[in-house]
């Protein structure tokens, strides 16, 4: 799986967007990117992945870059329960072996 | 059940000790996989199911670790003759199937090994 690099910490206002940059420049063309985050003391929570199209659901949006080496996660009004380490993830979607890196330590400040 | 349980939530043992981790994974859910995560570290990955059958077995540390899956539900990671460097929260998720990488997790097993 191809290595994904972000930022180790990040502040945000509570109501402001928080956008979580990842670079995944090596990512093959059959690799879907997946965003997890982990909140202190609890199991890591899927959030979001896309192949090529930003997405969006009720909990966050993904905006892939159109060469697709680099993509951002919004949470569009962050609140003190966005608190929690983000990972981005490059996978081909066959099973297993998500590799998760250090991630993101996201922190919302009132 | 309505998400991943994971049992003991806690488990104290001894140097020397075996120790069995349970997983109860999301009904119908056909894989489920093993982290483990040490004090303020990432993710290790240690090993998944299919079903049954766990075609990667890469992860695990060693060979005093080993975990089996029966009736493609309930699964038991084993860690023999413990050691304190495997100290750690254990993490169980399943997916519906090997393909969905949208896992769920439970909320862990934190071992400590005295």
């Known amino acids: 799986d191809a290595k994904t690099t972000q930022p180790t910490s990040m502040d945000c206002a509570e109501g402001r967007a928080a956008n979580l940059p990842c670079n995944h420049s090596?990512?093959?063309?059959?690799?879907?990117v997946y965003w997890y985050r982990q909140i202190h003391s609890q199991g890591p929570q899927y959030i979001i992945h896309?192949?090529?199209n930003n997405e969006t659901n009720e909990m966050a949006s993904l905006i892939i870059t159109e060469d697709r080496k680099s993509s951002t996660l919004i949470l569009p009004h962050a609140t003190l329960r966005d608190t929690a380490v983000y990972y981005c993830?490059?996978?081909?979607?066959?099973?297993?072996?998500?590799?998760f890196g250090q991630g993101t330590e996201l922190s919302v400040k009132p | 059940g309505a998400g991943v349980s994971q049992s003991p939530s806690n488990k104290v043992t001894e140097k020397g000790k075996d120790v069995e981790l349970r997983c109860d994974p999301i009904?119908?859910?056909?894989?489920l996989y093993w982290y483990r995560q040490s004090l303020g570290q990432g993710l290790e990955f240690l090993i998944y199911?299919?079903?049954?059958?766990?075609?990667?077995k890469s992860g695990l540390p060693s060979d005093r670790f080993s975990a089996e899956r029966t009736g493609g539900s309930v699964s038991t990671l084993t860690i023999q003759r413990t050691q304190q460097e495997d100290s750690a929260v254990y993490l169980c998720?399943?997916?519906?199937?090997?393909?969905?990488?949208?896992?769920?997790f439970g909320s862990g097993t934190q071992l400590s090994v005295l």
């Open positions: 993830i490059v996978s081909v979607g066959q099973g297993g072996k998500l590799i």
């Open positions: 998720a399943s997916s519906r199937q090997v393909v969905d990488e949208k896992l769920f």
């Open positions: 896309g192949l090529k």
């Open positions: 009904s119908g859910h056909t894989a």
């Open positions: 090596t990512i093959s063309g059959n690799e879907y």
């Open positions: 199911f299919q079903g049954n059958s766990a075609p990667d």
